[in-house]
């Protein structure tokens, strides 16, 4: 079928709309990136726009030089590795049980756990349950209270409840267990809504500096998301962003300040901008799966 000029002048301001709207989102990434990659000192002139005018990666070099990056970045990594693994694990569980026609109690169990998230006590009282269970001052601040997620719940049990019910029971008469149809069955034929869930789960607990920030009690604990919030607060202040056992202001360097918080933006922002092309072809697939199939 031939498109009438009215759609073809649609189509055409449709993509150049949507190139725009991409290039203007795009571009503040593209800006931090060639400022971390230009000489502070340079860049602090103007006229920086496209492409770093006097390369270099000393930014990066003293940026990780600084004795606080490295171990906020295993923190990062091993609390996100960590919590994908245990928070999918535990969500996947919660919602097959939930998909048992024959379990006991679901009825109540599925309203106990919607109605819980009606309230929030805030932030006095969860520190002090943090504190009682003795959160405040440890790693596992940052997996426990994040295992549970009801939103993440409600769209995997949405999804699972999609998946035919006479498989579960052709299964049964086979012989086969709970955790066999579940990990043979379910889990294989949910493969988008769990790497969307993941996706979500890894990006909100790699990003994640409020945590650390309002209920940790020792800084040698902090994750990266939340060092770097110090760091930008500190240079906002106007404070000296010390780098080893020089600072930024310190002469004969051709970093500054800002230039190091362009470098620690990238270092914090890359390993989400890394994984997230292969997790994108799953990502409006699984969302759309898990809100309207049941």
């Known amino acids: 079928m031939r498109e009438t000029k009215g759609q073809k002048i649609f189509k055409v301001f449709n993509y150049t709309f949507l190139g725009l709207l991409g290039l203007v989102t795009f571009y503040p990434f593209w800006y931090v990136l060639i400022a971390s990659l230009n000489t502070g000192r340079d860049f602090m002139r103007g006229g920086v726009w496209l492409f770093p005018r006097e390369f270099t990666l000393e930014n990066y070099a003293k940026a990780f030089a600084d004795d606080r990056i490295g171990p906020s970045l295993q923190i990062s990594v091993a609390a996100t590795l960590i919590i994908l693994v245990v928070g999918l694990l535990f969500t996947a569980l919660a919602a097959y049980a939930m998909c048992v026609k024959t379990l006991p109690g679901r009825t109540f169990l599925n309203f106990f756990w919607y109605f819980t998230t009606l309230f929030g006590g805030g932030i006095v009282p969860?520190?002090?349950?943090?504190?009682?269970?003795?959160?405040?001052?440890?790693?596992?601040?940052?997996?426990?209270?994040?295992?549970?997620?009801?939103?993440?719940?409600?769209?995997?049990?949405?999804?699972?409840?999609?998946?035919?019910?006479?498989?579960?029971?052709?299964a049964q008469l086979d012989g086969a267990s709970e955790w066999t149809i579940m990990t043979r069955i379910y889990i294989p034929l949910s493969k988008p809504i769990l790497a969307?869930?993941?996706?979500?789960?890894?990006?909100?607990?790699?990003?994640?500096?409020?945590?650390?920030?309002?209920?940790?009690?020792?800084?040698?604990?902090?994750?990266?998301?939340?060092?770097?919030?110090?760091?930008?607060?500190?240079?906002?202040?106007?404070?000296?962003?010390?780098?080893?056992?020089?600072?930024?202001?310190?002469?004969?360097?051709?970093?500054?300040?800002?230039?190091?918080?362009?470098?620690?933006?990238?270092?914090?922002?890359?390993?989400?901008?890394?994984?997230?092309?292969?997790?994108?072809?799953?990502?409006?697939?699984?969302v759309m799966v898990g809100s309207v199939k049941g």
């Open 126 to 170: 969860y520190y002090m349950v943090l504190r009682s269970m003795g959160l405040t001052s440890s790693f596992w601040l940052y997996v426990i209270p994040s295992v549970y997620s009801f939103y993440n719940f409600v769209l995997l049990r949405t999804n699972f409840a999609g998946i035919p019910y006479e498989l579960r029971e052709s």
């Open 196 to 286: 969307t869930l993941a996706l979500f789960i890894g990006v909100g607990k790699w990003n994640d500096w409020f945590t650390a920030a309002y209920y940790q009690s020792k800084a040698a604990l902090y994750p990266a998301a939340t060092v770097l919030q110090r760091i930008l607060a500190e240079a906002s202040a106007g404070s000296q962003v010390k780098v080893g056992q020089e600072t930024a202001s310190a002469a004969m360097t051709t970093y500054t300040s800002q230039s190091l918080q362009m470098a620690f933006v990238m270092i914090l922002t890359m390993p989400i901008v890394v994984v997230y092309p292969f997790l994108q072809k799953y990502y409006v697939k699984g």
